[in-house]
């Protein structure tokens, strides 16, 4: 079973960049699809962005198109979230997610098998 950690967040201003990681062990993720989702208080948990487990196909929300970069390290066993031109409304709890398995339109937090526990990320404007 694969387990995830996140790394990266932080307070940081509007316009600001940001690279979350999300670092596997147990297992190899190269097997795993794998997203980034993010809940802000009050809101449900939403889909930031996924990546199949070659990292040839991705995936973004409209809100973060353009503006955030999904990759992955294989050899690292980590993938990553590259976040520029931050705004307030990006302000919540980014989480990773893997699944077991090939493609990428995996849009739901019940598609996904593990999770990691979060990284804070703050924007001010």
């Known amino acids: 079973q694969v387990r995830l950690v996140e790394s990266g967040g932080g307070l940081v201003q509007a316009g600001d960049s940001l690279r979350l990681s999300c670092a596997a062990s147990g297992s190899t993720l190269s097997n795993y699809a794998v997203g980034w989702f993010r809940q802000a208080p009050g809101k449900e948990r939403e889909l930031v962005a996924t990546i199949s487990w070659g990292g040839f196909n991705t995936y973004y929300t409209d809100s973060v198109r353009g503006r955030f970069t999904i990759s992955r390290d294989n050899a690292r066993n980590t993938v990553y979230l590259q976040m520029n031109a931050l705004k307030p409304e990006d302000t919540a709890v980014f989480s990773c997610?893997?699944?077991?398995?090939?493609?990428?339109?995996?849009?739901?937090?019940?598609?996904?098998?593990?999770w990691g526990q979060g990284t804070q990320v703050t924007v001010s404007s």
């Open positions: 997610a893997a699944r077991l398995g090939t493609g990428w339109r995996w849009y739901k937090p019940e598609d996904y098998d593990t």
